[in-house]
């Protein structure tokens, strides 16, 4: 009785020892090498449907995904989206806990027939930082007809009965016809008036440069920005109007110039004058500095007189002599028209 205890005592050692160390194994093998599956949600969808590949993994111990997840697998498919879900995994001999999750992939059914991946594979880096992968079999998606169930039986609707096949439209067409002749006409009409200048007698005329910087000025005066306490933005905009003058004046691009750029372009000795001027504007703009009421109207009265010395040459094209050639005349014209430059 005793022995038949025994033995019965000692079978249950061994089993129970067996099961211990299977699963010990198991773990063992999971935390050394991980785990990868895949599946598709869900498993059938319709043609331009979006479907979603769900990738179940399990990392080695130690080892992380990089920040950039690395798929294979995926040729030939529209990816539209990709997000990954980690979660806390099984425990580890060590204590630590692999890392685990899924990783969704959003997926366009654009084929007929069946959506089928390659072999799959996830990037990720050991415990010693090197590279390595966990691969899965291929998965499919089976694609269903958007005819039905049955689309052999579906009843197709000819063209006729989706687009009038009659001539119903020809009013139409003609109508457009007749509206695009005339707006073609409308429009070589006044191309053609723009071309020979007619009418072009009775418009405004052009603004001379002198007289606009002189109104800009007054009108800036009037602002009153300078007694507000706004002095850089006075001096950014004064000295806009007056390197807009210098560039109609002269013909170089004063405006885009630096104050630099400006002394090296300028020969003539009045635009010294006007050089200082910038220069002091550029004190205020970019070196905060501060000058005073009196200093500030002494600047304005010499960029005015700076307008008056130098606005001959504009005044000289709008009042030729009375013996002045025809072919002159419009070459004047055309200058005054098209942004006239200056020796």
Not at 300 to 317: H, M, N, P, Q, R
Request: hydrophobic content about 40%; glycine content about 10%.
């Amino acid at each position: 009785m005793k022995s038949r205890a025994l033995l019965i005592f000692l079978f249950l050692f061994s089993l129970f020892g067996a099961v211990l160390t299977t699963v010990a194994e198991t773990n063992k093998d999971t935390s050394q090498s991980g785990v990868l599956s895949a599946s598709m949600m869900p498993p059938s969808a319709r043609v331009g449907s979006v479907v979603a590949l769900i990738l179940h993994y399990a990392l080695p111990e130690g080892a992380r995904l990089s920040d950039k997840v690395g798929i294979k697998g995926l040729d030939g498919l529209t990816v539209l989206g990709l997000e990954n879900i980690p979660s806390g995994g099984g425990g580890t001999p060590a204590g630590e806990k692999n890392l685990s999750g899924e990783i969704r992939i959003k997926l366009l059914v654009d084929k007929l027939g069946s959506l089928t991946t390659g072999p799959l594979s996830v990037a990720y880096l050991d415990k010693k930082g090197a590279k390595a992968a966990l691969d899965a079999e291929p998965t499919s998606l089976n694609v269903l007809s958007n005819l039905g169930e049955k689309p052999e039986e579906a009843v197709l609707k000819p063209i006729y009965g989706i687009m009038p096949t009659g001539f119903a439209w020809k009013k139409e067409v003609l109508w457009g016809a007749a509206i695009l002749l005339l707006c073609l006409l409308a429009g070589g009409f006044f191309w053609w008036r723009k071309r020979s200048g007619v009418g072009m007698v009775g418009k405004t005329p052009r603004i001379l440069p002198h007289v606009a910087a002189r109104e800009r000025i007054q009108a800036l005066e009037g602002e009153k920005l300078f007694e507000r306490g706004q002095l850089k933005v006075f001096y950014f905009r004064f000295s806009e109007i007056m390197r807009r003058y210098l560039e109609e004046l002269r013909g170089f691009p004063a405006v885009e110039f630096t104050t630099q750029e400006i002394a090296l372009a300028i020969k003539e000795g009045k635009d010294r004058d006007l050089l200082q001027l910038l220069k002091q504007a550029d004190l205020v703009k970019f070196a905060d500095y501060k000058p005073t009421q009196a200093r500030k109207e002494e600047e304005v009265k010499k960029a005015l007189g700076y307008i008056e010395d130098t606005c001959e040459s504009f005044e000289k094209d709008i009042n030729p002599p009375l013996e002045e050639k025809t072919g002159e005349k419009r070459s004047i014209r055309k200058r005054l028209r098209g942004g006239r430059r200056f020796p």
